[in-house]
């Protein structure tokens, strides 16, 4: 499948003529298991429109309409369900995106860790603290090494785990690669959560928005996430 090939090579990939949340969910499911997380409904979308009473919560900077930093979804999860970790794949279906405004930004991890190979590798070595559900922290390493290796990370600033420099030189390197993604309505974004790191633009206040997540443990025989070191 074109779609695929696209994923493994880039990391993410724009699908256009997703017309309905089935259609949207055909996808997710044709790519592993929807993640039934406790902020999403039944089925596992979670639907995101600028709400002011939503911004309190886990997920509450999504709701507003602040510039999102780069993060991974879900970077303190250690396990759920059979599953090791955060989710492999993300789905980003724009019911409606807007034209000046909210757009992803996205980063390749694997130039990431390139860079900060060349340029300061003691970064890599780091190891992230994230927030997790129920509330207690993680602490482990930014990048997993296995057959692949993963990243994890959401921008808490510097703490115990972080020194101002290091997490200078790591958000530095992430900023490095980053790319607008212009997108429309109707386009999905998958998004190898264990690759790329995302974040917003600002929403416009003027234009209305509607984005539908799903997050996705991928089948191994179909899409196997994280990158390879060179
Ligand atoms: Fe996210």
Do not use: C
Request: proline share 6%; charged share 25%; glycine share 8%.
């Amino acid at each position: 499948m074109e779609t695929n090939k696209i994923l493994e090579s880039d990391g993410y990939v724009i699908v256009d003529s997703i017309s309905s949340r089935a259609n949207l969910l055909d996808l997710a499911r044709s790519y592993g298991e929807i993640v039934l997380h406790p902020e999403a409904d039944n089925e596992g979308v979670l639907t995101i429109t600028p709400d002011p009473e939503k911004v309190i919560g886990p997920s509450g900077f999504a709701f507003s309409e602040k510039a999102i930093p780069f993060h991974t979804d879900g970077p303190g999860v250690s396990t759920y369900k059979q599953f090791q970790g955060p989710a492999d794949l993300l789905f980003l279906w724009y019911k409606s995106a807007q034209i000046s405004g909210g757009s992803p930004i996205i980063s390749d991890g694997a130039l990431v860790y390139s860079t900060l190979f060349e340029e300061s590798p003691d970064v890599l070595l780091r190891s992230g603290s994230f927030l997790t559900q129920p509330n207690h922290m993680y602490t482990g390493p930014l990048f997993e090494s296995g057959e692949k290796t993963k990243i994890r990370f959401k921008e808490s600033g510097p703490d115990s785990y972080w020194d101002e420099r290091t997490f200078d030189q790591f958000i530095g390197a992430v900023d490095k690669h980053k790319r607008v993604l212009p997108i429309r309505s109707g386009q999905v974004l998958i998004l190898d959560n264990r690759r790329m790191l995302h974040s917003r633009e600002k929403l416009n206040s003027e234009e209305a928005r509607e984005l539908h997540h799903v997050l996705v443990y991928s089948n191994p025989g179909t899409y196997s996430s994280g990158f390879r070191i060179k």
